[in-house]
């Protein structure tokens, strides 16, 4: 199979209305980055992430080739910036979590949209999760807030159920969805604050606003489609 069609292959799920906004997008946050002046890093950080978002909702294992890449640029930028959790999070955890997930995914594919099979957790190990994620937070937070973390609470928040979020991502339950709403929130929230004292990471904080938005869309997308499996 050639790049063509491999492309081709990728994209073949997505309504024409879906490529326009995916592209206009990605053009939005170049052109904003660009007229804000914002890190060259920041901006490639960006654009991966939301690729990575939006493949991943369509179920496509290519998804998380895009997202090694993010993960590495967002790494430095929470470096830079003193969000050690999140730079923690990316490198020991969402980089060998993302090459799992290409093995993971590709043994639930649908042999017709290469797309993977959806599924859900029961309400014992939704309750489950909820309680360590909550624990987890308490404690990281104490520990970031030693480190001498900027934002130890949202920083451990995010850190934190990230992690489910993604163990929820391989394991390609819908719950994913919930957890990164969440997640997109709290970070939006947590790069504004940087972008205000100064930090060039403008095109971040728009990064974190569509995957908000795309995190919601595709909780509903998810829902409808299983509920019509």
């Known amino acids: 199979m050639n790049i063509k069609e491999l492309i081709k292959q990728e994209f073949s799920n997505f309504s024409k209305k879906e490529l326009i906004i995916f592209l206009f997008i990605i053009c939005f946050v170049i052109v904003i980055s660009i007229i804000t002046h914002d890190n060259k890093i920041a901006l490639i950080s960006a654009i991966c992430g939301i690729s990575y978002t939006i493949l991943a909702g369509k179920g496509k294992v290519s998804c998380y080739f895009i997202g090694i890449a ?17 730079m923690t999070l990316n490198l020991l955890y969402y980089f060998p979590m993302e090459i799992l997930g ?10 017709e949209t290469r797309e993977i ?9 939704r309750y489950i999760y909820i309680t360590v ?4 937070t308490f404690a990281a937070a104490f520990i970031l807030k030693i480190l001498g973390d900027t934002k130890p609470f949202m920083d451990a928040f995010t850190t934190v159920f990230s992690v489910i979020g993604q163990l929820l991502t391989v394991k390609r ?7 990164w709403s969440f997640v997109n929130f709290i ?6 604050y940087a972008y ?13 606003l569509i995957y908000f938005i795309l995190g919601i869309y595709f909780l509903i997308c998810w829902k409808k489609e299983m509920k019509e499996e």
């Open 70 to 86: 993010g993960t590495l640029c967002y790494s430095y930028l929470s470096f830079i910036n003193g969000f050690f959790g999140h």
């Open 102 to 111: 290409i093995f993971k995914w590709s043994q639930h594919l649908k042999k």
């Open 117 to 125: 099979v959806k599924a859900k957790l029961s309400l014992k190990e």
């Open 133 to 136: 994620a909550f624990i987890l």
């Open 173 to 179: 339950c819908i719950e994913q969805w919930y957890v």
């Open 187 to 192: 970070s939006l929230i947590m790069w504004i």
């Open 196 to 208: 205000i004292n100064g930090s060039e990471c403008f095109a971040t904080i728009l990064m974190w």
